[in-house]
């Protein structure tokens, strides 16, 4: 029997190699180990060893030989006696094929249907067991990891100022005294630490609530949400889930400039394996935040430090919760479609009110909720039905989350479309402190109101 | 100990008071609705940077935290336009974009005024790195909170100033809290001087409110890291009358310990040692107090009839 011997491939992205020397030659017998030739890679020169046995029986290729392709047999090794025939073409060259299949494919990006709850997001105005007492969405996030702790101690808050301070924004106000210290927790300025600590937790089966002071400090502990907490339930083949939320306020607040006033939602949408929340009512913010802790994957929960005194009814109810993935109708119309997140909503209803008043305009409002995974069917209903659709947010234009609704809503209902798609997003520059400046950054309701006239031909 | 000359006991007192003036002044326009954001002061810190100010060399340069409003006016930049930063003002150090935390003036060696607790700490040490490179015999003094001694990237960057030898004052400006964390709730094993010990760097502690035992210990570590020997840590132990920053109550302490602070206030034991050396008289340090109090007024005239950034401002800068 006898084995060729093949162009291995010595690095992760070498697909040729020279062949720069032989240190055998034909008749010698190799045992496993032994050193057989030099190639050169695209990054050094390496020795390589033989893995099989025998007698050398032909050299393919001579030395100095150049651009071998990696898996082509370069020697033949075996019994003397046996009769050898040489294939005339090496065998595939499959690593670089697969790539290029890959690279021609459109990537759709679609949440497989069981991924979702079969539910829809229950609305406001049809809740039977909505509170007569306004509350905060400050105190609605409150109160909802106050029930969940209640009821399962697995779950505990961690972060920057979360106990003795009572929150930074007090939103984690009287954790402390109702639980103790051992499940709510102060930490150092330590958030790289802390991230992958409360990661560790999570795989070990705790289900951590980490609040950010801010979401621009998330960017310390980046790699741990990236590369720990959303991959390692796939890179495990599933053994290993990250039941985590991480939460605190993400966005401008108010003059705090360039490093504290940054919208990362489209960032953590970017990412399979996280899943992104930005809840816009007291009401959302409460069925939301329940579902984020019950789920036993890694939570993204972007609140808004402008919106932690927004009031509003909830439901009280310590088992309501909203599904993640749905998308709410806040407002329907037949005009257009408004599809919208977190603070923008606030705006896009002013809007949607003057739109009616002044150009009679009747705008159908989305308030996505969730924003992985992306509730796609809503919004191609509403624009099936609009047949126009501008999307509204506060993060950067480039790769939005409304980028991505425009090139969704273009493949898939490119015609019902009577206008072009017009996104509604901050400038493309970093936050200035100067309060004129501030205001000229973000979306305004003058913003909303000229794209709306944009997509219906409204001079 | 380097020889004080009885200028610079003046220069250290004007410099103090100057700080003091501004950030009270800083706090009343704030509670005018003409600062936003927030707006960190550094009432009681006056000595550190000041003693840290009285030992260096005019190319030295240097980096902090968002608590740089008295930094800068030690380094002898402009309180007119540090206050029309804070007011967002086309004349500020920033062009009214960056306000309080983020100040910068390269002119002066001055890399900021950093929001991001912890960043400034490796920045320091890459401006080092490059003193080192040029060949230069400078240093780069960098600041570091309580707090910031708990952020994973310090000890990354103590590392790399220890291996490489750069030449780096780190200043631990030891305030007793990072916002409202005491230090004792925060770090495991509260010397924080000796952080660097692991790495071969010499640390010390110094008291803080006493400027001369601050120009002393910046005296030896300066010469220490300007001969080339690598890094050095200096932990100052230091106080901030105020909240962390002016929406912060600062609850979390108590009346007495603040008062006990004030016992030992930093511009106070300049000036005793002023008046007991007779360096100048009471009028001759009235006249400083009085010239100080205008100037600080005037500054904060101008920042408040300074314009504000031009609209098409938004869109520059962001590139060069
Ligand atoms: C990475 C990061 N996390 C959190 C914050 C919020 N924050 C701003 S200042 C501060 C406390 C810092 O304390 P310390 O280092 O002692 O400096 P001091 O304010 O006392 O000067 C915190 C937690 C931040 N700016 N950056
Ligand atoms: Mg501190």
Not at chain 2, 8 to 35: H, N, P, T, V, W
Not at chain 2, 125 to 130: D, H, M, S, V, Y
């Amino acid at each position: 029997m006898s084995t060729e011997i093949l162009m291995p491939a010595l690095s992760p992205t070498m697909t040729e190699g020279n062949l720069s020397k032989w240190l055998i030659k034909k008749g010698d017998t190799v045992k496993a180990g032994d050193l057989i030739a030099e190639i050169e890679t695209d990054k050094a020169t390496m020795e390589v060893e033989a893995v099989d046995e025998g007698v050398v029986l032909d050299l393919l290729f001579k030395e100095g030989e150049a651009n071998i392709p990696v898996n082509k047999a370069i020697a033949i090794i075996g019994d003397p006696n046996e009769k050898v025939e040489v294939k005339k073409e090496a065998p595939v060259e499959k690593v670089i094929e697969e790539k290029k299949i890959e690279k021609n494919i459109e990537t759709k990006i679609e949440t497989k249907q069981d991924d979702i709850i079969d539910t829809t997001s229950p609305k406001i105005e049809e809740d039977t067991n909505l509170s007569s007492e306004e509350i905060t969405m400050r105190q609605a996030l409150r109160d909802t990891m106050a029930e969940e702790m209640r009821k399962d101690n697995k779950v505990f808050v961690l972060g920057e100022e979360v106990a003795e301070y009572q929150g930074a924004y007090k939103v984690t106000q009287g954790l402390l005294q109702e639980f103790g210290k051992e499940r709510v927790l102060d930490t150092p300025i330590s958030e790289h630490g802390f991230t992958g600590l409360a990661v560790g937790a999570a795989f070990k089966g705790l289900r951590p609530i980490l609040e950010f002071m801010t979401f621009n400090f998330s960017m310390q502990a980046i790699d741990h949400i990236i590369n720990s907490a959303a991959k390692t339930l796939y890179m495990s083949g599933g053994q290993i889930n990250c039941p985590i939320v991480f939460r605190g306020p993400n966005g401008a607040a108010a003059q705090v400039a360039a490093q504290h006033s940054q919208d990362f939602s489209s960032w953590y949408s970017q990412v399979p394996g996280l899943k992104v929340i930005a809840p816009s009512t007291p009401y959302n913010a409460k069925g939301l935040l329940r579902s984020a802790i019950s789920d036993p994957n890694p939570v993204i929960f972007l609140e808004n430090e402008i919106l932690y005194g927004l009031k509003g009814p909830v439901n009280n109810d310590v088992n309501f919760s909203i599904p993640i993935g749905k998308a709410n109708i806040e407002k329907e119309g037949k005009d257009l479609t408004i599809v919208t997140y977190s603070i923008m909503l606030q705006k896009s209803k002013e809007a949607a009110l003057k739109l009616k008043e002044e150009y009679n305009l009747d705008a159908e409002i989305i308030d996505l909720q969730t924003l992985r995974p992306l509730d796609i069917e809503k919004i191609l209903d509403s624009v099936k039905k609009t047949n126009r659709l501008i999307t509204v947010e506060e993060s950067w234009p480039f790769g939005s989350v409304g980028s991505e609704i425009a090139n969704i809503v273009q493949r898939d209902a490119f015609d019902y479309l009577d206008s072009p798609v017009i996104k509604v997003n901050s400038a493309d520059v970093p936050m200035p402190y100067s309060l004129s400046l501030e205001k000229l950054y973000l979306p305004q309701v003058d913003d909303i109101i000229n794209a709306a006239k944009k997509v219906s031909y409204i001079k | 100990m380097m020889k004080l000359q009885k200028a610079d006991y003046i220069k250290m007192y004007s410099f103090m008071l100057k700080i003091r003036r501004f950030e009270e002044r800083a706090a009343q326009l704030y509670g005018m609705g003409k600062i936003g954001g927030f707006c960190h002061l550094y009432i009681g810190q006056e000595a550190v940077v000041v003693g840290i100010l009285m030992t260096i060399d005019k190319n030295d340069s240097v980096v902090t935290t968002y608590r740089d409003h008295g930094h800068m006016i030690a380094r002898g930049l402009d309180p007119k336009r540090i206050m029309a930063e804070l007011t967002g003002r086309e004349d500020g150090y920033s062009a009214g974009k960056g306000g309080s935390m983020h100040m910068f003036s390269k002119e002066n060696n001055f890399y900021g005024g950093h929001g991001i607790v912890g960043a400034q700490v490796p920045i320091g040490t890459g401006i080092a790195f490059t003193h080192k490179y040029n060949g230069e015999k400078n240093i780069c003094r960098t600041y570091i909170g309580d707090g910031a001694m708990n952020n994973g990237q310090v000890f990354e960057a103590f590392n790399l100033a220890a291996l490489w030898k750069l030449p780096v004052l780190y200043i631990i400006e030891n305030n007793k809290y990072g916002m409202g964390t005491s230090v004792d709730r925060a770090a495991a094993g509260l010397d924080l001087y000796k952080r660097g010990e692991a790495f071969g760097i010499p640390g010390e502690k110094v008291d803080g409110m006493n400027v001369f035992s601050v120009i002393e210990a910046a005296d030896k570590a300066g010469k220490y890291v300007r001969e080339g020997n690598g890094p050095y840590i200096i932990e100052v132990q230091t106080y901030r009358y105020r909240g962390h920053s002016m929406s912060d109550p600062a609850k979390y302490r108590t009346k007495e310990e603040l008062d006990n602070y004030k016992q030992t206030d930093p511009i106070e034991i300049v000036k005793a040692e002023i008046l007991k050396k007779k360096i100048a008289t009471n009028d001759e340090i009235e006249k400083i107090n009085k010239d100080t109090l205008e100037e600080i007024k005037n500054a904060a005239e101008f920042a408040i009839n300074s314009p504000f950034p031009k609209d098409s401002e938004l869109y520059t800068d962001v590139y060069l």
